[in-house]
Antibody
């Protein structure tokens, strides 16, 4: 059974940093691209970042480029999102999601439960 | 970037009604269009990929159609458990943009 479990969220001050983790199980982690998608309170889904299975290719939304870094440790079956220079509008539930197909990107067939990041003083 | 525009943003319908949600891409995305369902406090769930391929376990009352720039998600007979928000997403090219969502309520 595929499971994705995010952690690392919490309250962080504006300008601060946090690292989110997503522990994956139930599939061959290194085969599949992974994404981070966020949802601000009461708002829609926003794709944030994506990484290929090997980790060699990464992609970012313009809203986070230069501030967020996606990475993965295939030996630990874990996906990461390092977030710096956080702003109030980064407040959201952050989901990790597994691509349905190997390759560069595709639809996401499994999602974690999400972790809430609140940026506030 | 490819912009995805969904309509309506919300709708209210009765059990048994046929419901249609539309999604328009700002440029052609072939059939690289996916639909997700999200219930309050829950993670999104993939319903349809490739514009019309129903995911395993998804009720057959859900269907998707379209290609190029115009797509639709149809619920043929609305059920109480279909009360949720629905999002389209293009997977043609980066960034993988979502539509703004459609909230479906039961009258």
């Amino acid at each position: 059974e595929v499971q994705l479990l995010e952690s690392g969220g919490g309250l962080v001050q504006p300008g601060g940093s946090v690292r989110l983790s997503c522990a994956a199980s139930g599939f061959t982690f290194s085969t599949y691209p992974m994404s981070w998608v966020r949802q601000a309170p009461g708002k829609g889904l926003e794709w944030v970042s994506h990484i290929t299975g090997s980790g060699s290719n990464t992609y970012y939304a313009d809203s986070v480029k230069g501030r967020f870094t996606i990475s993965r440790d295939n030996s630990k079956n874990t996906l990461y999102l390092q977030m710096i220079s956080l702003r109030a509008d980064d407040t959201a539930v952050y989901y990790c999601a597994k691509a349905a197909k190997a390759g560069f990107w595709s639809e996401a067939d499994y999602w974690g439960l999400g972790t809430l990041v609140i940026v506030s003083s | 970037d490819i912009q995805m525009t969904q309509s309506p943003s919300s709708l209210s319908a009765s059990v048994g009604d046929r419901v249609t949600i539309t999604c328009r891409a700002s440029q052609s995305i072939s059939r690289y269009l996916n639909w997700y369902q999200q219930k309050p406090g829950k993670a999104p769930k993939l319903l349809i990929n490739g514009a019309s391929s129903l995911q395993s376990g998804v009720p057959s009352r859900f269907s998707g159609s379209g290609s190029g720039t115009d797509f639709t998600l149809t619920i043929s007979s609305l059920q109480p458990e279909d009360s949720a928000s629905y999002y389209c997403q293009q997977s043609h090219s980066m960034p993988l943009t979502f539509g703004g969502g459609t909230k479906v309520e039961i009258k």
